[in-house]
């Protein structure tokens, strides 16, 4: 079996050294901002990796302009269609986002830090676990399918308004065990196939996998618009999607498995710009 | 010369190709194309159509269609189910006769413009663009 | 009226009389082409926005004809010539009636 997959791998992955390569070339935002896409790997995955990149090098020509303008990116309408959310009241206490937490600009250096350890509430969160947290609990209103439309419109304007922050995740203190648990995750091989994360985005980035221009798979761009269904995408959804797309047997939107690996695989992205929403794929 | 149906095939080829349509043209697209011209003789010059050589995705493909002197314009997807995508018609305050937009191809094949020029004309251009599937059928 | 339409339009809010500006446009539209099936196998009957147009204090700049291979959120960008101040009116026609409609006001520097 071992032997099989293997040379199934062997062919799928071949390089194509056309296009084999990331691109080199910087992401000025608005013609204002200048986004890190490219940068040295944090310690803890230096010994695989020596560089982390951004998802934007690996795309088209242009797939990367449509990101570098907020009105080319289609993903910024739902932005828009955020923040409208965002300053209006629902539930039961009569208040909006914006009551307690102001504009949303304020919001600023929230996305950079997400998944992390809540204290009082004693576990790591997401950042769709605390919207679902504060709109049930202090809103009063009900809470969102995790990889709903209201849900990851939000997620986008909470990101949008980080642009150029670092991804700063901590691994270390309360969140250790979760990064852990994220880890193994990402290394283990599953499913029809056997493969894990590391198979493709560690150690087969550059390389094409059929038409597609593999990437090292960080998260920092989401939730991400992809061409490929035209609407925004949460990282719960991609992993989905990704690990029933390997032929493995896949985890839900917000289990304690996908916690822990956007935990990690977030981490592997600390020092990159927070990029949400994108245009990918 | 005798009429084998390998002379045939050439023929009917060389015609299509001497009209300046791509080769596969449908009868779909032939009659978009007739509605638009009214049957005139379709040549190359004042119209420019840029695409990408291979779309990222063949769900959001991103062109663009200019002309010195169009008045009207109108795309086509040769190998979509209905070819046809857009026409775009300038009015007076246009201040290029371009436009660009995205769309949706089917699948690997020719996408098609053709301008009416202010003289009554007609001239068209044509890109190949190459839809792929993507990694992991995801 | 299809739900959750949105237009969105990018125009400068000044320019010199004689200018030409460009003017980028975005909907949010499903564009349901017609050829999809849902689960049980029947087609999704076509619904999409099919015609745009640009007005200048009334004349017009620009009238598109949309098919169903117009991709979801139609964008559409063009130039204009801005002879003097004035609103621009942007018109989306929807297959179900709908008309979706936003003005951008320029004025002359």
Known sequence: MKKLTGAFLASALAATPLLAEPVDD?????????????TAAPDHVSDVLDEVMSGWLFRGTETRAMQADDFDNPG?????????????????????????????????GVRPVYPKFNEDAGEVRTLEMQINDCRENRMGAEKWKYTGGSMVNMTALLASVSRGMPVNIAIDGPAQSTWEAGKELYYTRTGQLELACASCHEANYGNMIRADHLSQGQINGFP?????????NAVHARFKGCIRDTRAETFSPGSPEFIALELYVGSRGNGLSVEGPSVRN | MELTRRNALLMGAGAFLAAGL???????????????????????????????????????????????????????????????VATFKFGKLAASRAASTRIRLAGTQDVVAIAKLEDGSFVQASSTVKVTIGGCGG | MAKGVKPRVKVPKTAAAGDTITIKTLISHKMESGQRKDDDGNLIPRSIINRFTCDFNGENVIDVTLEPAISTNPYLEFEALVPEAG???????DDDGSVYDTTKTIAIE
């Open chain 3, 87 to 93: 609103d621009f009116k942007f018109t989306w026609y």
């Open chain 2, 22 to 84: 791509p080769f596969r043209a449908s009868a779909a697209a032939e009659d978009a194309i007739a509605a638009f011209t009214g049957g005139a003789e379709v040549g190359t010059g004042d119209i420019t159509l840029t695409a990408p050589e291979i779309a990222e995705n063949g769900n959001t493909v991103p062109i663009e269609v200019s002309s010195e002197a169009a008045v009207e314009i109108m795309v086509l997807a040769m190998g979509n189910p209905t070819p046809s």
């Open chain 1, 26 to 38: 910087t992401l000025i935002l608005n013609e204002d901002i200048t986004l890190v896409t490219r």
């Open chain 1, 76 to 108: 910024m309408i739902f932005v828009e269609q955020a923040e409208e959310v965002w300053n209006t009241a629902e539930g039961s206490e009569g208040k909006s986002c914006a009551s307690c937490h102001g504009a949303s600009e304020e919001m600023a």
């Open chain 1, 224 to 232: 991400t618009y992809r061409l490929k269904n035209t609407k925004l």
